[in-house]
Each structure stands twice: as C-alpha cells, then as structure tokens.
C-alpha cells in the first residue's frame, strides 16, 4: 500500500493565533488570554490531545468490527501535564511537551474485561498518533522565503 500525504497550511493571525486549512476544512488555532490569545479555537496542545482522542475512536471502531467486538459506545478523556517554563524561557530543566498523557478509554461494551485490555493493546498498535506519541519521529523544519520583488 503507498503512503498517504496529509497537510495543513496555516497563516499567523496574531502572535498567538494561527488560521489553518485541512482539505477543505478551517482550523483555527489561539491561545486563551491569560496565555496571550483570544480564545477563538483551541490551542495547539489541545488540538494535539484531541488529535488523539480522535485517532483512538477511529481505530476503536475499525478494530471493534474485526474483532466482533459489540461497540454501543464511547468515551474519550485525553489529558496531559506540561510544565511551561521552557516555552516561556525561563528554564530548560523540564522538557517543553507533555511529561504524561493520560487516557480514559470507556466503552460501552459486552466484552469482557480481558478482551477490552486485548483491544486496547491493538487499538495502540494501530494508531498513528499513539505510534507518532510514544516513538521518535523525524523532523524537518524548512524555512522557505518568497521571492518578494524589490
């Protein structure tokens, strides 16, 4: 199977707001105010954690019909602990992202215990941002200036 390609384009609003596209759908980016935004959209941390939750839903119901796994309904909890002193510069002591994520995985289900904790582990193997989360991932930060004419 060949890769998928996915993109986002954004353009910076503010200092502290980012207005995106995905396909065809616009994503807005911000801060709230006690952080220097206004409030216009999720911050990019939350969009990262619901980025996540959404991964885990798909996979879950991917895997649930393969597995025969009756799914009546789902909860998602995603919350993690970030310390920001790195990204306010005041100290490099802690990392600048998350220190833990946390999920609440709550189906409703007649599967038993056992088969859930089954579930879980392939529903972790399969998705992408659990796989991009827990595994080192290449990065390339180009920087690209346009060709303003003088």
Known sequence: MSD???????????AARL???????????DEPPALGGDDLGANPVEYLLASYAGCINVVAHLTARELGIGLT???????GDI????????????????????VEFSPETDASPERVSEWIEIIKNRCPI???L?????????V???????
């Open 4 to 14: 998928l390609i996915f993109q986002v384009e954004g353009k910076a609003q503010t």
């Open 130 to 132: 659990n796989d991009n």
């Open 144 to 150: 690209v200036y346009d060709s303003v004419p003088v």
């Open 83 to 102: 310390n920001p002193a790195r990204l306010f510069g005041y100290s490099d002591d802690e990392r600048a992202g998350f220190k833990q994520i946390r």
């Open 19 to 29: 207005e995106a596209k995905a396909r065809q759908f616009s994503i807005v980016v």
């Open 134 to 142: 827990a595994n080192p991932t290449p990065l390339v930060l180009d």
């Open 73 to 79: 309904g789902l909860q998602i909890k995603v919350e």
